[in-house]
């Protein structure tokens, strides 16, 4: 279980005073706080991460961009979203990565779990988002400046030859080179804007995003669709390895939607995804306890007001996603992994609230949630189906 540091609430209250980042900050780990914050983004508060990740991510990086520039490239992301999961092969293409990666443990005596779920996390984004399986050999170059990329982002900022952060810098430069080179290819191929097949397809037809922009949209997507879901499969096979029951519930819903796609003679399909309701009690879960993106950066833009306390202007503000998960007071017994809990708020189309927001919230609620639960979901299907595991 993540834990989280209470012995500080303890001491200092939910909404504490710090300096972290070089700045500043607001720490809040009050539900009603957080909400406030996500929900008057570009309002009274704004994204605002620290500097050395605009160095690494690029200044068109949805991640870092504000204002109208941001609702600009989060609506192209939504559309795009859209326009994916409404593909036939968006659920088959998953389903096919799964089944090849876990072909390819036959004949290993020992597999390292969690490389080989960034390997799954990691084809899957390659695939939904340019079109291409891991066997070709971009996939390989791309991966192996993402890893370094990756090392990066959590490295001191300090850009002299050799350090992490200068090689990030560098390899996030030459992703840039693989994907312009694949954009020129498909255009090159007779780009036909009317038949659209894949995501690249569909941003190579909008106008409305500059070729740089569609870059940092591929490498955005890639970014926040890698380490985050292999996190939350590593996490669900994890928490369930150490609850027989839950891992016995879930087997029997898979069991039970495999023979009904066998008798139908059918392919697994979004459908079934939304059949597989006790399975997304346990990401939920995962997703609580597990707490993958723990906080958010945002600063205040006036001095702001919430209940007793004053935030003032230009001041850091942290919203702990992983303090209110884990908080009793919102979960009761918060330290159980219990996904249980969650079949109370089954059938609600929406399960993010105040109390639970693994995937952030309000304008820059993340994009590609609904993509890294599927994935969870299909990864699970295959695995509980195929492989008994147990916790030691
Ligand atoms: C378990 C998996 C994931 C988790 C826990 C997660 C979490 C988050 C969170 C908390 C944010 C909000 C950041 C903020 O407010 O500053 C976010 C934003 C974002 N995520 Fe995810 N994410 C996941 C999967 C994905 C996937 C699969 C994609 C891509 C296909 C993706 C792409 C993005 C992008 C582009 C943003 C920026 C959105 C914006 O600023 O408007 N994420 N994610």
């Not at 919430?306 to 918060?334: C, M, N, R, T």
């Amino acid at each position: 279980m993540n834990v989280f540091d209470f012995s500080l609430l303890i001491r200092y209250g939910k909404v504490f005073k710090s300096h972290l980042f070089f700045s500043p900050t607001i720490v809040s780990c009050d539900l009603e706080l957080n909400h406030f914050i996500l929900q008057n983004e570009e309002k009274l508060f704004q994204c605002c991460y620290p500097k050395p990740i605009h160095g690494i991510l690029g200044k068109s990086s949805m991640i870092v961009v504000v204002g109208e520039t941001h609702r600009r490239l989060r609506n192209q992301a939504l559309a795009l979203a859209n326009i994916t999961r409404s593909r036939t092969s968006y659920v088959t293409d998953i389903e096919r990565i799964a089944l090849q990666l876990m072909d390819s443990w036959k004949h290993k005596e020992r597999i390292v779990f969690c490389e080989e779920v960034r390997k799954f996390a990691f084809s899957v984004i390659v695939k939904q988002v340019l079109g291409l399986s891991m066997q070709e050999a971009e996939s390989a170059k791309i991966l192996e400046d993402f890893l370094t990329f990756m090392k990066g982002l959590i490295s001191f900022p300090l850009y002299i030859p050799g350090t992490s952060y200068a090689r990030a810098v560098q390899a996030r430069a030459r992703i840039s080179l693989t994907v312009q080179a694949i954009i020129k290819e498909r255009r090159k191929n007779g780009f036909d804007s009317n038949k659209i097949g894949d995501f690249l397809d569909v941003l190579l037809s909008t106008n409305s995003l500059s070729d740089e922009e569609k870059v940092s949209f591929v490498l955005d997507s890639l970014l926040g669709g890698y380490e985050t879901t292999s996190l939350l499969i590593a996490m669900a096979v994890y928490f369930l390895g150490q609850c027989p029951p839950a891992l016995n519930q879930v087997k029997l819903e898979h069991q039970y939607i495999r023979a009904n796609l066998q008798e139908a003679g059918q392919d697994m399909s979004l459908e079934e995804f939304k059949k597989m309701e006790f399975t997304q009690c346990v990401i939920h879960e995962a997703l609580r306890c597990g707490n993958i993106v723990k906080f958010v950066h945002r600063k205040a833009l006036s001095n702001v007001r919430f209940k007793e306390y004053v935030i003032p202007s230009g001041w850091q503000v942290l919203p702990i996603f992983s303090a209110v998960h884990l908080d009793p007071s919102s979960h009761a017994d918060a330290q159980m992994f219990n996904p249980w809990r969650w079949e109370v708020r089954k059938g609600q189309t929406q399960i993010i609230s105040k109390s639970f927001t693994p995937f952030g919230g309000g304008a820059r609620l993340c994009p590609g949630f609904e993509l890294a639960k599927v994935e969870a979901a299909i990864f699970l299907h295959h695995f509980v189906l195929n492989y008994r595991y147990f916790y030691i």
